[in-house]
Nanobody, 117 residues
């Protein structure tokens, strides 16, 4: 397990942009972003690792970009053209296992994203 610290959340108007960062305290094989809106289930947004970067939600393609810096064990999520439905708590997760297994044993505290119309 590693410690994860997210940053970069905030409040923006629709159409605005935010970039989330997640710094891990050590090496991880796979890192991912999840989000949870009030009253809704947590959903997987993106993963980065094993030479892959994947967005899991169709409505995010063309707007969100997931990237990582292996040297600093940091994961990013660049969010453009934000919509009110993108609002929620965004969580970073990490795993020492293959990304396709989606077995995350480290979680950050979350960073809030609020998009107003």
């Amino acid at each position: 397990q590693v410690d994860l610290v997210e940053s970069g959340g905030g409040s923006v108007e629709a159409g605005g942009s935010l970039t989330l960062s997640c710094a891990a305290s050590g090496y991880t094989r796979c890192m991912a972003w999840f989000r949870q809106a009030p009253g809704k289930e947590r959903e997987k947004v993106a993963s980065f690792g094993d030479g892959t970067r994947i967005l899991y939600i169709d409505s995010l393609r063309g707007r969100f970009i997931v990237s990582g810096d292996g040297a600093s064990n940091t994961l990013y999520l660049q969010m453009n053209d934000l919509k009110p439905e993108d609002s929620g708590m965004y969580y970073c997760a990490a795993s020492g296992r293959y990304c396709y297994l989606s077995l995350f044993n480290s979680w950050g505290q979350g960073t809030q994203v609020t998009v107003s119309s």
